[in-house]
């Protein structure tokens, strides 16, 4: 007996209805977040650096660090059942112990004793340095659970305990942000004997200015400087506080390079003049002594109708080690 046509389309969407309907049952799929723009976190105590999102939230102190999505996500891990909303945290915790693989393993017992689930210790490698890798869950209630996953590393009588969590699909959904992270972590690299560690380190990491990028000695911190009128003010300071690098951008009002250096040479009087070239730009320079132990060194460019301007500050004892630094930074400065 043929069946009716109207009967067999409605068995086909009644099919279709079916598939469906258990299609949506099955697991949930999470979009993956892009990684987009990042900025470096080093450590003031422990010298380890890593990347993470740009627009994120940075707490915790030096040797502790923590980086949320958002401040109000962050209070969530400090009160999972309280009124705040999802979020993803990054931390760092170092620990000092004579026995790091016996102080690894009473933190798994403290996160085990807190409730979560832990998954076997398997190998892993974070920042060129072999490690074990431990993945958790945690359900604080039928709807408020967290995932995770803590990377341990012993290094001498240091323990690094680098954690990557967050609540309900979060987790998931940052992986590709989260794998970003832990390929860029780095450890300070060990100071050569002998070496005067005030001098600029000869491992060197990159900054992104807006305007400019440039890559810059390891043991120079970023300073606070005060904006007023300028595009753009950056400044980086030495172990040694009378050593450092400073970036001025600002309007040229339609000056030349020439003329710009003009206005500014005049007020050094005895300075030495010089020429270079600065990512492809045409730079002028002078140099000359503020006080009897440090020399400093300006330059100026002229592109796009702002002046640039960097000073650089140097124990004039060292002054051999201090210019191959700079010239360094200097060569590695692309103009976008």
């Known amino acids: ?18 598939l469906f309907v258990l299609g949506c049952g099955g697991e949930k799929k999470v979009t993956p977040l892009p990684i987009g723009e990042m900025k470096e976190y080093r450590d003031g105590m422990y010298g380890f650096r890593f990347t993470y999102p740009a627009q994120w939230v940075q707490g915790g102190e030096s040797g502790r660090p923590r980086i949320f999505n958002s401040m109000e996500a962050g209070q969530r891990f400090l009160d999972p059942l309280g009124t705040y909303p999802d979020g993803v945290m990054i931390a760092v915790d170092v620990s000092k ?22 998954s076997p210790e398997s190998a892993v490698t974070v920042g060129g340095k072999p490690g074990v890798k431990v993945t958790y869950t945690a359900s604080f209630s039928s709807k408020v659970k967290e995932s995770g996953q803590h990377f341990f590393v012993s290094l001498d009588t240091l323990l690094y305990d680098v954690s990557i969590a967050g609540f309900g699909d979060l987790f998931a959904a940052h992986q590709a942000i989260f794998d970003s992270v832990l390929k860029s972590f780095a450890f300070p690299r060990p100071v050569e004997k002998g070496r005067d560690e005030t001098l600029p380190a000869e491992a060197y990491s990159g900054n992104d200015a807006g ?30 506080q009378d050593c450092s690098i400073l970036f001025h951008v600002f309007g040229a009002k339609g000056l030349t390079l020439e003329k710009a250096f003009d206005q500014n040479k005049g007020k050094y009087a005895g300075a030495v003049t010089g020429k270079a070239t600065i990512g492809g730009q045409p730079a002028l320079s002078l140099t000359y002594a503020p006080t009897r132990e440090v020399e400093r060194r300006f ?38």
């Open 1 to 18: 007996m043929n069946t009716p046509a109207r009967y067999l389309g409605h068995t086909v969407c009644l099919a279709l209805l079916a």
């Open 97 to 118: 112990a004579p026995t790091p693989d016996q102080k690894k393993d009473s933190l798994l017992a403290d996160l085990k004793n807190s409730g979560r689930v832990l």
């Open 211 to 240: 305007l400019f990028t440039f890559q810059y000695p390891e043991n120079f911190n970023f300073i606070p400087m005060p904006k007023g009128t300028n595009d753009l003010v950056l400044g980086l300071r030495g172990v040694r």
């Open 299 to 336: 330059y100026f460019m002229v592109k796009g109708d702002k002046v640039y301007r960097i000073t650089m500050d140097w124990f004039k004892p060292q002054r051999e080690q201090y210019l191959a630094a700079y010239e360094h930074v200097l060569s590695s400065i692309t103009f976008k």
